[in-house]
C-alpha cells in the first residue's frame, strides 16, 4: 500500500471515530445523562409500561395496539438529576419526512443539558420503525405509544409531558394530541412546540388545546406554510385569528401580535428565567425569517424549542436556568460533518486498495494512452463539450422542477413506496442517464462533422473482456461499498449517531430495507451513475490535467440544481413565495443532491484512472448516491417485488 493510500485511509477512519465519539459527549452531555436507542415491539413496549407501573406506583394506561411483529425504534437521554426522586418533564422529539430521529440532533441536546428527560423516535416508515406502527398507534406515527412510555419512566413526571415536531412530525404531534387529549382522558399532554409545517394546527379544538401551553413557529420563509397559510402575512390572516380563537375565543383583533401568550382569560406577561407561563392554558404565535429546515439547523428554531418548553414545563427541578441563546448544538453538527467527511473520504483509499488485491486483479482494463487523447483546444473537442454540456445542464434543470413533484404519479405504487424524496430523485436520475446517452452519441455526431476519417468510439471506455469481468465488477464495487459503512454501522450500533449535516445523512437501515432498495430503488441510481462514469472517461485530453477536465464534469453534474436553488431561493426571500410551489421539497433536497453530483465527478475519475472499468465507477457511485438517499427514507416493508 502506498503510502499516501495509507494516510488518507488513517484520516477517514481517524474523521469517523472522532465524529462518533463527539456526538456521543454532545447528545448525552459529556456523559452526564444515560443515552439508549430501543427497537422493540408495541406488545414489547406495553410490556416495558406495565413493568414500570408495578416498580413507581403508576397507573399509565396502554392505549396504543399491541403487537409482536412490528418494530417501534426510539432513543431515550436521561440527565443524572432525573430519578424517581426527583422526577423531570419529559419531552418527545419527533423528527420531519424523510428522515431519522437523529435530525432532531439540535433540540434534544440542547433539551438534556436543560434537565429535561427526551426521547427521540424514528417515525412508522421511517428509520428502524415498522410502516404499522401508524396503524397501532392511532396514526400519530409512534408518538402516543412514546409518549405513554416517558409517562411510565420512574424519573419523569407523568403530568409534565411535551412534544415536538418538525415538519410531519408536527403530524405525529397532532394525533397524538387529538388521541390523549380528551374530555375524560388522565393522560393528557402538557405542552408543544410546533416548529416548521404547522399545517394540523388548524385542527386543534378547544378541548384538545385545554391544559397546554402550545408554541407555534409559522416560519416566515417555510417553504411548505407559504402555501398553506402564506407565511408572510400570516398574522394578519383570519386562519391566524382563528388559531388564536381556539384557546382565547374573546380575542377580537385582525392581527396576532408575535411573541404574545393568549390564555381563556386573555394576554398574560411572558415569564421569565426558565419559569413555566401563569396559566394552565395558553398558545404562542412566532414568525421568524427562517425556512423550513432551518428551524432545526439555527439557533432561532432551538432558542424556539428551548423557550416553549421552559414556557410550558418549567426548569427541571434541580437544574439551573440556562438561557435559550446559550447552545451548542452546532458543535454536535461539526462531528457529524466530519464523519460525513471521513465516510465520503473512505471510497478513495478502499478503491486503491481492493483493486490491487489479487482477487480483484481481473476488472483492471488498460487506460488509453496519453497521447492518443484528443486535444483539449480542438475545435470539434470544444464544440462537441459546450453543446453537450449546455444542453445537459438545460435538460437537467427542466426535467427536474418539471419530474421530481409528478414521480409518485410516473412511479408504479405498487411497486414503489409514494415517498416523493427516492421517488422524485430516482425518476430524474433516469431521466439525466437516458439523456447522458444520448449526449454522448451526439459529441460523436460532432467530432465525425468536424473529421470524418477519425476514428471516434463513444463508447470504447464501456468495454469489458468478458462477462465473468462485470460480475467481478461488481462484487468488487459491493466490497467497497460495504466496507464504506461498517463505520456507519458502529455508529449506529455503539455510539447512537450516524454522519449528517442537516438532511443531508448517511445512515444504517434495518436488514429487511435492503433488497428493496437493492432491487427497486438502485437501478434507477445506476441508469444516471453508469453513463455518467462513461461521460466522465470521455472528457479526458492529453493537453489538460485530469483535475481540470474532472471540474468541469463537477460543474455540469451539479450546476442545473445551483441554478434552480438560487432563483427558487432568490425568489422566496425577496417575495415571500416560491418562484415553484410544486417543487418545495425538490428544493430541499437539492442542498444534499449537489454536493452528491460534484463528488460524483471526481470519485468517477478516481476509480477509472485506477482500475480503467467505468462500470466499476458507475456501480460504486449509484450505490452510495442511493442509499444516501433512502436508507434514511419512508419506505415500504414488503418482501413482494412486483413487476
Known amino acids: 500500500m502506498k503510502k499516501s493510500i495509507k494516510i488518507v485511509l488513517c484520516i477517514a477512519l481517524a474523521l469517523c471515530l472522532l465524529s462518533m465519539l463527539g456526538t456521543a459527549a454532545m447528545q448525552s452531555n459529556w456523559f452526564k445523562a444515560s443515552v439508549k436507542t430501543y427497537n422493540v415491539t408495541t406488545a414489547e413496549l406495553a410490556g416495558m409500561i406495565r413493568d414500570n407501573n408495578k416498580a413507581t406506583g403508576k397507573d399509565i394506561q396502554v392505549t396504543f395496539t399491541e403487537d409482536a411483529n412490528a418494530n417501534f425504534c426510539f432513543m431515550t437521554m436521561i440527565p443524572k438529576t432525573a430519578t424517581a426522586q426527583n422526577p423531570a418533564p419529559a419531552v418527545i422529539c419527533i423528527h420531519g419526512g ?46 402516543l405509544a412514546a409518549v405513554e412510555y416517558a409517562m411510565s419512566l420512574p424519573c419523569v413526571d407523568e403530568t409534565k409531558i411535551g412534544v415536538t415536531g418538525h415538519s410531519m412530525g408536527n403530524q405525529a404531534c397532532y394525533y397524538a394530541i387529538a388521541a390523549m387529549n380528551t374530555e375524560d382522558s388522565t393522560q393528557r399532554i402538557a405542552a408543544w412546540v410546533e416548529g416548521a409545517g404547522s ?89 421568524p425569517p427562517i425556512t423550513h429546515p432551518m428551524f432545526h439547523f439555527t439557533k432561532t428554531g432551538t432558542a424556539i424549542t428551548v423557550n416553549g418548553f421552559y414556557n410550558g414545563l418549567g426548569t427541571p ?48 482494463r488498460a487506460l488509453p494512452e496519453k497521447e492518443s487523447l484528443p486535444s483539449a483546444k480542438s475545435p470539434a473537442e470544444i464544440v462537441a463539450w ?29 411497486v414503489y413506496a409514494v415517498n416523493d424524496v427516492p421517488n422524485g430523485i430516482g425518476f430524474w436520475s433516469v431521466l439525466c442517464g437516458v439523456f447522458a446517452v444520448v449526449m454522448i452519441l451526439l459529441g460523436w455526431l460532432i467530432k465525425k462533422i468536424f473529421n470524418r476519417k ?6 470504447a471506455n464501456a468495454g469489458l473482456d468478458s462477462l465473468s469481468q462485470f460480475f467481478l465488477t461488481v462484487l468488487y464495487a459491493l466490497c467497497v461499498v460495504a466496507l464504506m459503512y461498517v463505520p456507519v454501522i458502529i455508529a449506529r450500533y455503539v455510539f447512537n449517531a450516524d454522519f449528517r449535516i442537516c438532511s443531508f445523512v448517511v445512515a444504517w437501515p434495518p436488514l429487511e430495507k435492503l433488497p428493496i432498495i437493492i432491487v427497486k430503488y438502485l437501478p434507477l441510481w445506476l441508469a444516471f451513475y453508469i453513463p455518467n462514469a462513461l461521460a466522465n472517461a470521455n472528457t479526458r485530453y492529453r493537453d489538460l490535467p485530469d483535475w481540470v477536465s ?42 444534499a443532491v449537489v454536493p452528491c453530483l460534484f463528488y460524483a465527478a471526481f470519485s468517477a475519475r478516481y476509480i477509472y484512472k485506477k482500475t480503467g472499468n467505468i462500470w466499476a465507477a458507475g456501480l460504486i457511485n449509484g450505490a452510495v448516491m442511493c442509499f444516501a438517499t433512502t436508507f434514511a427514507t419512508r419506505y415500504m416493508t414488503d418482501f413482494i417485488i412486483n413487476f
Open 98 to 143: 424523510a428522515n431519522t430521529k437523529e435530525m432532531q440532533l439540535n433540540g434534544y441536546i440542547e433539551l438534556v443539558r436543560r434537565g429535561f428527560v427526551v426521547i427521540s423516535m424514528d417515525m412508522a416508515e421511517h428509520g428502524h420503525t415498522y410502516a404499522a406502527i401508524n396503524g397501532l398507534t392511532q396514526e400519530s406515527y409512534g408518538a
Open 199 to 287: 399545517l394540523y394546527s388548524i385542527f386543534m379544538t378547544p378541548e384538545q388545546a385545554r391544559n397546554v401551553i402550545w408554541t407555534m413557529s409559522v416560519d416566515l420563509y417555510d417553504e411548505f406554510d407559504t402555501t398553506y397559510f402564506n407565511s408572510a402575512t400570516i398574522l394578519h390572516e383570519p386562519t391566524a385569528v382563528g388559531i388564536v380563537q381556539t384557546v382565547y375565543p374573546a380575542f377580537a383583533e385582525k392581527e396576532v401580535t408575535p411573541g404574545v401568550f393568549y390564555t381563556p382569560d386573555g394576554v398574560v406577561e411572558a415569564p421569565n428565567n426558565g419559569q413555566k407561563v401563569d396559566a394552565d392554558t395558553a398558545f404562542l404565535m412566532l414568525n
Open 317 to 364: 427541578a434541580g437544574n439551573s436556568y440556562i438561557p435559550a441563546e446559550k447552545q451548542v448544538w452546532p458543535v454536535a453538527v461539526c462531528f457529524e460533518l466530519l464523519g460525513l467527511i471521513g465516510f465520503f473520504m473512505l471510497l478513495f483509499p478502499l478503491v486503491a486498495i481492493l483493486a490491487d488485491k489479487k482477487a480483484f486483479a481481473g476488472i483492471k
Open 386 to 414: 459546450v453543446v453537450t454540456a449546455v444542453l445537459s445542464v438545460w435538460f437537467a434543470f427542466v426535467t427536474y422542477i418539471k419530474y421530481y413533484p409528478l414521480a409518485n404519479n410516473v412511479l408504479d405504487p405498487s
Open 454 to 459: 477519425a476514428e471516434i468510439k463513444p463508447f
Open 550 to 591: 474532472a471540474l468541469a464534469c463537477a460543474v455540469v453534474n451539479g450546476i442545473a440544481l445551483v441554478i434552480f436553488l438560487f432563483i427558487q431561493y432568490g425568489t422566496l426571500f425577496r417575495t415571500g413565495a416560491l418562484w415553484n410551489s410544486t417543487a418545495a421539497m425538490a428544493g430541499i433536497v437539492a442542498f
